[in-house]
């Protein structure tokens, strides 16, 4: 199983970005996919998952209305687009996926399995 996360960059407050993650070697429709973060000198932290399957979207509450997960079938990647970024959405950010995860676990980073190798959003005040 591979994640390939790029996207991520260098952007004012107020602006956007597009995250996305190449995933190969997963059987996609059993897989939750998730974003998490980790901000410089803090721990990782969820930010959004959904279901490659479908069905809702999870999202923290800091990025709800500003985040939005979701997958392109043909290319077999996940997206975060993220809009009106502000200074501390900063971080790394990680693309994971599972095959086994229950819904009350999605915002559990030890439930997933599989990682990408982040990439970096730097957003400027």
């Known amino acids: 199983v591979q994640l390939q996360a790029s996207g991520g960059g260098l952007v004012q407050a107020g602006g956007s970005l597009r995250l996305s993650c190449a995933a190969s070697?997963?059987?996609?429709?059993?897989?939750?996919m998730a974003w998490f973060r980790q901000p410089p000198g803090k721990e990782r932290e969820f930010v959004a998952a959904?279901?490659?399957?479908?069905?809702?979207?999870y999202y923290e509450d800091s990025v709800k209305g500003r985040f939005t997960i979701s997958r392109d079938n043909a290319k077999n990647t996940v997206d975060l687009q993220m809009n009106s970024l502000k200074p501390e959405d900063t971080a790394v950010y990680y693309c994971?996926?599972?095959?086994?995860?229950?819904?009350?676990?999605?915002?559990?980073?030890?439930?997933?399995?599989?990682w990408g190798q982040g990439t970096q959003v730097t957003v400027s005040s």
């Open positions: 070697g997963l059987t996609f429709s059993r897989n939750t």
């Open positions: 959904m279901r490659w399957s479908g069905g809702p979207a």
């Open positions: 994971a996926a599972d095959g086994s995860i229950i819904i009350t676990a999605v915002r559990n980073m030890d439930a997933y399995d599989y």
